[in-house]
């Protein structure tokens, strides 16, 4: 739809045959709501195609150009197209917009002339209710894409919060859920996007990160919205803003006191106040007046209090109903804007009516094809839904499984760690057991040795003691034959044997000496002995406890290694999984909390927003439209309250009332 389409037609044709081909060509039915807009080569400014009349019989710029005949170029070549957004009408030339060329030829000689006018299709008329009354998705799309381009452009105000939430859904038609994006291997750019009008980052100390941030925050609540969801969701808040479907006139009372018009879809002034000058908007609903600001209006006229709207060269007349005198006259600048507030004003009110007439064989029937196919829609959107829920749940089981299979694998890999950390630890106890077994069973070798050597000395002592004995037993038994002796012989023996005896008695002494310390060294070694036979039987038990452990010892190694064979670590048995076969009704009333908390989680997202903007604002550069709106919030109210005000009373006396401004 956002394109440049290209025709070649005749020169003579008229205004509503170019306007007929252009809703053919994009399937548009609900035509009665756009138009075609062309820059005015004599006034230069943009004006309206008339559909009564041929195409060269009104003010369009010619652009000629020449090309060769040999190569002829079909109108509807691809080649030349070139995507474009739909919007306003561009407030100089050379701004690119949706644009028809149209052409007509002549041939000369080897060369073919064609002559390219530049028209511009866009929403001339808006409806009442624009998310009841629009049938077609063409037409609720070409709408969306028109009042999206009027907000950035800042045709229509719209305060910062209201434009980071219509930014968040023109996001979610265009790419669609945010976590789908972010998942998938696309890359998303958010900086060649237009998603904020200028002055948001003009007026709020808010850096692009920033805004891109609670954009995106808002852009997640709005998840599972189809494309047409989200510009019907668009449209719907961007409806409640003042000047929405509102063409701006500036008028005066006198003739003379105005040199040009203020078009909405042209210009965006902020001018405080004028001396006697007014503001004339034209909507759906009726002509208002404003003079302090463009937000709030100080007389509202509705189409039914309206019974004619007359235009005289810079003069308007409204003929009110019910007296023929209740009329009021002003002026504009020039007349092609009396000529264009007047095509509004007779456009606007023949829609008001028919919309309050029974609707009409075509109306009925595209309703009826529209409800079909929107059934259909929801049908196959139902089911996708209803397939896409099943395959999150079935990921989600699978999901989990795979976790708890992780878990397992981690929590048996931890234990093998465990396992093998003991396994080292009792293999280095081991080791140390085998090294103290050794140190000892060398040190009970010495000491069989030591003990062998004092069972030879012992048995040593015992033979000399014996011989000790046998000798001390031979020589009492020569002292006592002595003795005997000594009485039958003579004194000369006795004296004789005198020395001899006293020397064998020092002799016998000291033998008994050497017997008696020849004893204490026995009993010392038996001692000793006894000591070491109670070291040898504590060596043997402990030999007998080292061999137990190393035993004990083998026997965990061996659970050890059956534990971490394969086998072992076989997984859990596979359960298969069981699909919820849920309701209808429980579905709805899932999908029913699930919109209800994301609706509060925008609700608390758009005020945290509102709190951030109002201490950020920078309150130099606050416009008199940031000012008014900031005083109608303050009193609580907004478009619809301002026009019951404006409305209030009968028509003469808003007449009077009008007079008086």
């Not at 050497?514 to 000591?531: D, G, Q, T, Y």
Request: proline share 3%.
């Amino acid at each position: 739809m956002d394109a440049e389409l290209q025709f070649t037609i005749e020169g003579t044709v008229k205004g509503h045959t170019l306007f007929s081909l252009v809703c053919q060509t994009i399937g548009l039915r609900e035509h009665w709501y756009f138009g075609l807009k062309f820059l005015d080569k004599i006034s230069n400014e943009w004006t309206w195609l008339q559909m009564n009349r041929t195409i060269l019989s009104q003010p369009i710029q010619i652009q000629s150009s020449i090309i060769s005949s040999k190569r002829p170029e079909s109108p509807n070549s691809t080649d030349n197209l070139k995507p474009h957004l739909l919007r306003s009408p561009p407030t100089s030339p050379s701004t690119s917009t949706l644009s028809l060329p149209l052409s007509s030829s002549s041939a000369s000689g080897g060369q073919q002339s064609i002559n390219i006018l530049e028209l511009y299709f866009v929403v001339k008329f808006y409806p009442e209710e624009i998310t009841n009354e629009l049938i077609q998705d063409i037409t609720r799309h070409l709408f969306y894409l028109q009042v999206k381009q009027d907000i950035l452009n800042m045709d229509i105000y719209c305060p910062p919060d209201t434009a980071a939430h219509l930014a968040s859904l023109a996001l979610q038609a265009k790419f669609g859920d945010y976590d789908q994006i972010t998942s998938s291997s696309e890359s998303l750019n958010l900086e060649s996007e237009a998603l904020l009008p200028l002055s948001c980052f003009q007026k709020v100390e808010l850096s692009r990160s920033d805004w891109f941030d609670r954009i995106i925050a808002l852009w997640r609540t709005h998840a599972s919205l189809a494309r047409e969801e989200s510009e019907m969701a668009y449209l719907k808040h961007a409806q409640d803003l003042d000047m929405f479907g509102l063409s701006f006139f500036e008028i005066s009372k006198m003739q003379g006191g105005n040199k040009s018009n203020l078009s909405s879809q042209q210009q965006q002034s902020d001018q405080s106040s004028i001396a006697t000058e007014l503001w004339l908007g034209i909507d759906s609903l009726g002509i208002r007046f404003y003079k302090k600001n463009k937000l709030r209006p100080e007389v509202f006229f509705s189409w039914s209090d309206i019974k004619s709207v007359t235009a005289h060269d810079k003069k308007v007349i409204l003929n009110m109903t019910g007296d023929k005198n209740a009329t009021f006259a002003f002026y504009s600048g020039k007349s092609s804007v009396s000529k264009e507030i007047l095509d509004l004003a007779t456009g606007n009110h023949e829609l008001y009516m028919k919309r309050r007439r029974e609707q009409s064989i075509e109306i009925q029937q595209m309703r009826y094809f529209e409800e079909q196919q929107q059934k259909e829609k929801h049908r196959t959107f139902a089911r996708e839904r209803q397939l896409r829920l099943q395959a999150e749940k079935e990921r989600d089981e699978i999901g989990r499984k795979f976790d708890e299979y992780q878990q397992q694998m981690k929590d048996i890999h931890d234990t093998l760690l465990k396992y093998q950390e003991a396994a080292e630890l009792l293999a280095r106890k081991a080791h140390i057991s085998s090294e103290e077994a050794r140190l000892q069973a060398e040190k009970a070798l010495e000491i069989e040795t030591q003990l062998e050597r004092c069972k030879y000395e012992i048995s040593r002592n015992e033979e000399e003691k014996r011989l000790y004995a046998r000798q001390i037993s031979e020589c009492e038994q020569i002292i006592s034959t002595l003795v005997n002796d000594s009485v039958k012989s003579n004194t000369a023996y006795y004296s004789c044997r005198c020395g001899e005896i006293s020397l064998l008695s020092s002799t016998i002494e000291q033998r008994r000496k050497e017997a008696e310390e020849l004893k204490i060294e026995v009993a010392k070694w038996r001692v000793a002995e006894a000591a070491a036979r109670e070291k040898l039987l504590s060596i043997t038990q402990l030999n007998q406890s080292i061999a137990v452990t190393n035993a004990a010892a083998q026997a965990q190694q061996n659970l050890v290694q059956s534990s971490s064979s394969p086998r072992a670590l076989s997984p859990p048995p596979y359960r298969p999984i069981l699909r919820n076969q849920e309701s209808n009704q429980s579905d709805e009333r899932a999908l029913l909390i699930e919109k209800q908390s994301k609706q509060a989680q925008l609700a608390l997202q758009l005020q945290d927003l509102k709190n951030v903007i109002q201490s950020k604002k920078i309150e130099q550069r606050q416009t008199f439209l940031d000012k008014a709106y900031e005083e109608n919030l303050a009193v609580g109210d907004n478009k619809y309250s301002t026009i019951q005000k404006a409305s209030s009373g009968t028509a003469s006396k808003r007449m009077a009332m009008l007079q008086d401004l």
